[in-house]
């Protein structure tokens, strides 16, 4: 399994910018599809953004949508999140998550949790109004 160290959280203002980073270990990083997902206080952690092993397909949820963008880098094992007009409601826990796709599609990502072999520790994102 691929281990995965997320940087980058912070305090921020509403309206503020933030990119979080996603340094994953390994030599097989390219195998991956990767995604971002966050749990907020109280609440279920949820998906952000998922991309594919090439980084040619992204996914979003609605309520980042145009606002936050996923990348990589296979050649630097990175993977990241930039997050543009940041709402008080991005408030979270936010954590990269790693799916092994060896055999799957290459237009292929995930947005369900359980489909996510291996996760980071996760990074604190708060955003006061």
């Known amino acids: 399994q691929v281990q995965l160290v997320e940087s980058g959280g912070g305090l921020v203002q509403a309206g503020d910018s933030l990119r979080l980073s996603c340094a994953a270990s390994g030599r097989s990083f390219s195998l991956y599809a990767m995604g971002w997902f966050r749990r907020a206080p109280g609440k279920e952690r949820e998906f952000v953004a998922a991309?594919?092993?090439?980084?040619?397909?992204?996914n979003y949820t609605d309520s980042v949508k145009g606002r936050f963008t996923i990348s990589r880098d296979n050649a630097k094992n990175t993977v990241w999140l930039q997050m543009n007009s940041l709402k008080p409601e991005d408030t979270a826990v936010y954590y990269c998550?790693?799916?092994?796709?060896?055999?799957?599609?290459?237009?292929?990502?995930?947005?369900?949790?359980?489909?996510?072999?291996?996760w980071g520790q996760g990074t604190q994102v708060t955003v006061s109004s």
């Open positions: 998550a790693a799916d092994l796709a060896t055999y799957k599609s290459t237009a292929y990502y995930a947005t369900q949790a359980i489909d996510y072999d291996s």
């Open positions: 991309i594919t092993r090439s980084g040619r397909s992204t």
